[in-house]
């Protein structure tokens, strides 16, 4: 179990990596055998189940993504 400091890191290094755009941080977030479901991944995939199924997939799904938030930025609050 994460201690509340480890959680706090995580979730830093999760921020920055959308904030860079970077794919590949993003990532190592994530095991092979990853499932989201999302209202916007029903949008985006025109699948109504918004489910996004493995590591790869994900990858993909986040790559389209990443186009559509050029100029947003992400922040953590505590």
Request: hydrophobic letters at 40%.
């Amino acid at each position: 179990m994460l201690t509340g400091e480890q959680a706090h890191e995580l979730a830093e290094h999760w921020v920055q990596a959308w904030n860079s755009h970077d794919l590949d941080e993003i990532m190592s977030h994530y095991e092979e055998d990853v499932v989201l479901v999302s209202p916007v991944a029903a949008k985006i995939l025109n699948d109504p189940s918004g489910t996004v199924k493995g590591k790869e997939a994900l990858r993909n799904y986040f790559k389209r993504g990443l186009k559509f938030i050029l100029t947003s930025s992400l922040s953590l609050s505590m």
